[in-house]
């Protein structure tokens, strides 16, 4: 009988084994590197290693204020929700290099479905607390959505396309055997970087959070166990991001060492990018999508199907 056949080993795989506990520690790792890579970029010391952590610790032990506008109980799922649609995206990815727990065929369309659910919930949670900041940061989050969502899964896609597959691993496999796809597939490549950048709200397309025009965006009146979870969210989307771009366009990811090295060097030029340009306007940020950000990707799918056909 298999150790994970019982219940406490079945729930030790999904938490620890490296489940859900051990992607949200990475990502706070990952926030870590990121905000301490941004802080030496721009000449500032940085937070310490331990901060991110510091600061979940801190939310989760402070109290929950639920505005008077808001709905209770839609105000505390919304958080939950995001949480549990992020991990869930990780099943079908093989993270440190294992196996994915649960692959099935079309899995990346269900992955990046699942991980576009933070979006909507950080959405509709800015329009249900009734606060102008937050409903400002929810509609610039949903034209950024509609603006980069097509685009980041067609750029998805074109690793999908050669290797004759719509399943993570098989990708994955495909690309570890072959010549990396950043290279044969250079447009796809930079549209998931920019299109994942848009997804977790990064600099330069942090509008829907900017902090100097609208506080926090949808965030403006969470706070406690509520926005801890929000954090989490954003930090394990992050390292399912980086894994599925490094995995599709970087050689796969085949052990945890391979793992590490591709995703943080992807977190590197993330942040060299963050540091490099100012905030987009919403308008911006929309028409750069649909105006240049598509055409190179067509023009990627028109080689595809040229150097196949």
Same mark, same amino acid.
């Given at each position: 009988?298999?150790?994970?056949?019982?219940?406490?080993?079945?729930?030790?795989?999904?938490?620890?084994?490296?489940?859900?506990?051990? $992607? *949200?520690?990475?990502?706070? #790792?990952?926030?870590?590197?990121?905000?301490?890579?941004?802080?030496?970029?721009?000449?500032?010391?940085?937070?310490?290693?331990?901060?991110?952590?510091?600061?979940?610790?801190?939310?989760?032990?402070?109290?929950?204020?639920?505005?008077?506008?808001?709905? +209770?109980?839609?105000?505390?799922?919304?958080? !939950? #929700?995001?949480?549990?649609?992020?991990? &869930?995206?990780?099943?079908? $990815?093989? *993270? @440190?290099?294992?196996?994915?727990?649960?692959?099935?065929?079309?899995?990346?369309?269900?992955?990046?479905?699942?991980?576009?659910?933070? &979006?909507?919930?950080?959405?509709?949670?800015?329009?249900?607390?009734?606060?102008?900041? =937050? !409903?400002?940061?929810?509609?610039?989050?949903? !034209?950024?959505?509609?603006?980069?969502?097509?685009?980041?899964?067609?750029?998805?896609?074109?690793?999908?396309?050669?290797?004759?597959?719509?399943?993570?691993?098989?990708?994955?496999?495909?690309?570890?055997?072959?010549?990396?796809? $950043?290279?044969?597939?250079?447009?796809?490549?930079?549209?998931?970087?920019? =299109?994942?950048?848009?997804? $977790?709200?990064?600099? +330069?397309?942090?509008?829907?959070?900017?902090?100097?025009?609208?506080?926090? =965006?949808?965030? &403006?009146?969470?706070? =406690?166990?509520?926005?801890?979870?929000?954090?989490?969210?954003?930090?394990?989307?992050?390292? #399912?991001? @980086?894994?599925?771009?490094?995995?599709?366009?970087?050689?796969?990811?085949?052990?945890?060492?391979?793992?590490?090295?591709?995703?943080?060097?992807?977190?590197?030029?993330?942040?060299?990018?963050?540091?490099?340009?100012?905030?987009?306007?919403?308008?911006?940020?929309?028409?750069?999508?649909?105006?240049?950000? *598509?055409?190179?990707?067509?023009?990627?799918?028109?080689? @595809? !199907?040229?150097?196949?056909?």
């Amino acid at each position: 009988m298999n150790a994970f056949d019982s219940l406490p080993g079945a729930l030790a795989a999904i938490l620890i084994l490296p489940g859900g506990l051990a $992607l *949200m520690l990475i990502g706070l #790792i990952y926030e870590w590197v990121n905000r301490k890579l941004i802080a030496r970029l721009q000449n500032r010391l940085g937070p310490r290693w331990f901060q991110p952590l510091a600061d979940v610790i801190k939310l989760l032990a402070k109290q929950s204020i639920v505005p008077a506008a808001a709905h +209770p109980t839609l105000f505390a799922l919304l958080p !939950m #929700i995001a949480l549990a649609s992020v991990l &869930t995206s990780a099943l079908a $990815l093989p *993270m @440190l290099g294992l196996s994915p727990a649960y692959a099935f065929p079309g899995d990346l369309i269900v992955t990046v479905c699942l991980l576009s659910l933070l &979006t909507l919930c950080l959405s509709l949670a800015g329009f249900g607390t009734d606060s102008s900041f =937050g !409903m400002v940061g929810a509609m610039r989050a949903l !034209m950024q959505l509609f603006s980069y969502e097509a685009p980041f899964l067609l750029a998805l896609l074109g690793p999908a396309a050669a290797a004759g597959s719509w399943q993570i691993d098989e990708i994955m496999r495909y690309a570890g055997a072959h010549p990396w796809m $950043l290279f044969t597939q250079p447009l796809g490549f930079f549209v998931a970087v920019v =299109g994942l950048m848009a997804k $977790l709200e990064m600099a +330069p397309f942090d509008a829907p959070e900017a902090h100097t025009e609208i506080v926090s =965006g949808p965030l &403006t009146e969470y706070g =406690g166990r509520h926005l801890a979870l929000f954090r989490l969210s954003k930090d394990a989307a992050l390292v #399912i991001g @980086l894994a599925l771009v490094a995995g599709l366009y970087l050689g796969g990811i085949a052990d945890p060492l391979n793992f590490l090295v591709k995703t943080l060097a992807l977190l590197i030029l993330i942040t060299g990018v963050q540091a490099l340009f100012a905030r987009l306007r919403i308008d911006q940020s929309t028409t750069l999508w649909w105006r240049y950000v *598509m055409i190179l990707l067509l023009a990627q799918w028109l080689i @595809l !199907m040229v150097t196949r056909g």
